[in-house]
């Protein structure tokens, strides 16, 4: 099967260039300023922005968590995602303490394999660490997963700085790479507490007991952790000022640190957290949702590199759902969906609103993420040789984001109202029209995606 893109304007990473895209397959053949291939199908681009798809390397579905589980699983988010322009997402295998890493990693294949609409692979939850959880890592990598995540907050999640200062140490002799969570847990409790003596329980007091502050704190703690364990890492879903002080410190003594942050704390403020009827609670997450001072530093430092990646970290509910926390906040069930709206909120309030180019859009969501994440090679761009994941983006589109107009598995959107620049007019995972107007033509078609080690940058 031959697909030929016809006078599409190419958008790399690096570059942009008006030009023709021959697919054989499921791989990119040939790219040239003007290709002849008889027996293809043509694809008329003239006019629309061809992107590599887009990878989101961080999701979390069909997640178990504050006693209910995410609304949605492999099938309803991974439709989602490709909808959304997402080939490939990286979720999270979680092993509960006490679990081996082979047991969370089978259980999420489990979840996965066969019902998932794009491509996907795993990071391996560290929230255990002893000898047989240390003997594991070479067996985690040979299945492909090459990526790991620890958390500073979370009483059944994390680990202890020592433990992660062991972590890294030994992660990094295997050329792997971790994420990790940075709050300060015990801050928080205390101030936790404060809050439930006084009486304050709505949503608006959630933002109150994780100041960014606490944020900032735990990612001081961890590069100076990761700087005595001489290893790199990856700050992720990074939120505020405060936090990046600390980033841009450490880098300055040569430090490695790789930073991601969400459309959420780019798009929305804690002001969300106020609103009436409860309403609030749609938008409680960890970290919360910041100032828009914060925001307006986020969106600087994408457009000069000191951010590497967006992703989603989508983790979603239901209202009915959410409702678990009327009256206690902290029983709120944390998350927001994300994956199917992430690529058009990003063009429409980055690139057509002047603040990032389309290349650095295709950075930030793409290149940078297949290459972290072991990808770089098959995915991530447009080249020859690499999957034939594209997005066609027609730039003069307009419409409106309506949670009913969604496929996620949630019944409202954070972003209810917001105006997007552009459409998605189609989607294809490796070479196969996957998406058309909206419709997604294919559920299970995803393929699971033995990771290689990250390559640092």
Known sequence: MKTLFRNAVIVNADCSRTGDVLVCNDKIKLIEDHIESPDAQVVDCTGLLLFPGAIDAHTHFDLDVANTTTADDFLTGGRAAL?????????????????????????????????????????????????????????????????????????????????????LRELKQYGALAGVHCENAGIIDALIAEKKAAGELSPASHPLCRPDLTEA???????????????????VHTTCVAALCEIEAARALG???????????????????????????????????????????????????????????????????????????????????????????????????????????????????AKLYGLWGRKGAIQEGFDADLILYDPKGKHTIHAKDLVTNVDYNP??????SGSIRRVYLRGRLSVEEGKVLEDNGGQYLSRDLPLLF
């Open 217 to 235: 704190e735990a990612v001081g703690r961890l590069l100076k952790i990761a700087a005595l364990a001489d290893a790199p890492v990856v700050t």
């Open 255 to 369: 430090q490695k640190v790789y930073v991601e942050t969400c459309p959420q704390y780019l798009l929305l403020d804690d002001s969300c957290y106020s609103l009436p009827d409860f309403r609030g609670a749609r938008y409680v997450c960890a970290p919360p949702l910041r100032k828009p001072a914060d925001q307006a530093r986020l969106w600087e430092a994408l457009a000069n590199g000191e951010i590497q990646t967006v992703n989603t970290d989508h983790c979603s509910f239901t209202l009915s759902q959410k409702e678990m926390g009327r009256g206690d906040f902290t029983k709120i069930p944390g998350g927001v969906p994300g994956v199917e709206t992430r690529f058009e909120l990003m063009y429409s309030f980055g690139v057509a609103a002047g603040r990032i180019t389309k290349e650095k859009l295709a950075e930030l969501l793409s290149a940078n993420n």
């Open 415 to 420: 972003y209810e109202g917001f105006q997007i």
């Open 83 to 167: 909808r959304g322009g997402t080939t490939t997402v990286i979720d999270f295998a979680c092993p509960n303490k006490g679990e081996s890493l082979q047991y969370g990693l089978d259980l999420w294949h489990k979840k996965a394999d066969g019902r998932t609409a794009c491509d996907y692979g795993f990071h391996m939850t560290l929230d255990d660490w002893n000898t047989s959880i240390r003997a594991e890592i070479p067996a985690m990598l040979a299945q492909g997963v090459s990526t790991f995540k620890m958390y500073l907050t979370y009483p059944a999640m994390m680990i202890g700085d020592g433990a992660v200062f062991q972590a």
